[in-house]
């Protein structure tokens, strides 16, 4: 068990009840950080994954989310259905990360929603 790298430690308590840290960035995995970590009294499971998304796409829409492969995926991107697969086959696990992500004009964001509800066997629950 380890302390929590600085710049990802909670900077505040955790919540009561929260005992897991997820910590994502886009198509990049950074390795080396997963495990558990005492601070003060308590033990935190940090788990760190990938948020994948075609950066050639415009706009830059499916994103997914990428835990557990154990390896960079973002070269899959361009294909929503072969990124699961090869997340499927890393022994991974796919969450849709913003399935339904409309436009928010106030903070000049587009709408970011999922768009290939063909694809199939990724983790919905």
Not at 22 to 33: E, S, Y
Not at 58 to 80: C, I, M, S, W, Y
Not at 86 to 94: F, H, I, K, N, Y
């Amino acid at each position: 068990m380890g302390r929590a790298p600085t710049a990802i430690s909670p900077r505040r308590p955790l919540p009561p009840g929260v005992d897991v840290v997820i910590v994502t960035d886009h198509n990049i995995l950074v390795q080396g950080f997963e495990g558990y970590y005492k601070e003060k009294n308590k033990k935190i499971m940090m788990l760190i994954g990938e948020e994948v998304h075609d950066q050639a796409r415009d706009p830059q829409k499916n994103h997914l989310l990428v835990l557990g492969a154990g390896r960079e995926l973002a070269t899959f991107a361009e294909n929503p259905q072969l990124l699961i697969n090869q997340v499927r086959d890393a022994g991974g696990l796919s969450f849709l990360a913003h399935p339904d992500d409309p436009e928010t004009p106030a903070f000049k964001e587009l709408d970011i929603s999922w768009e290939d509800w063909s694809v199939q066997n990724y983790t919905w629950h």
